[in-house]
Structure formats: C-alpha cells, structure tokens
C-alpha cells in the first residue's frame, strides 16, 4: 500500500488528523510522508493524474476536503 493510500485511510480514522488537514492540507500531507507530486495530485483533483500514479486496480475513492474561498 502506497503512503498516499495509508494517508488516506488515516485521514477517514483519525479526528484530529482531519481537523489538521483541513487547516493546512499541503502541510499535514508533507509531514506525513507524501511526496511533493503526490500533494499536488491531490490538491489538483486530477483523477486521471491519480489513477496513473496509483494503477486503476488500486483506484479506490476518497473524499476530498475543500474549503471555498467564497
């Protein structure tokens, strides 16, 4: 399992790790082990970016935490 998929199972399970990444969500990914493109597919919300990284058998879905500016 990738370090961005255990990030993302972490962030479904952990309250407080939720709450630090909707605060500063580059932050809280670096400091937990994603690489910078990792980060940036991410906060791109590029799919295909994703699945090409990950591989389409390992494609699962996740919630995304935005925060409108308006």
Excluded: C, H, R, W
Aim: charged content about 20%.
């Amino acid at each position: 399992m990738s370090k961005l998929q255990q990030f993302a199972q972490a962030l479904s399970a952990d309250a407080g790790l939720l709450e630090a990444y909707k605060a500063d969500p580059k932050g809280v990914m670096l400091a937990n082990g994603l690489t910078k493109q990792e980060v940036e597919l991410v906060l791109s919300g590029d799919i295909g970016g994703l699945k090409a990284l990950l591989g389409d058998s390992l494609m699962q879905a996740y919630v995304v935490i935005a925060t409108p500016t308006e």
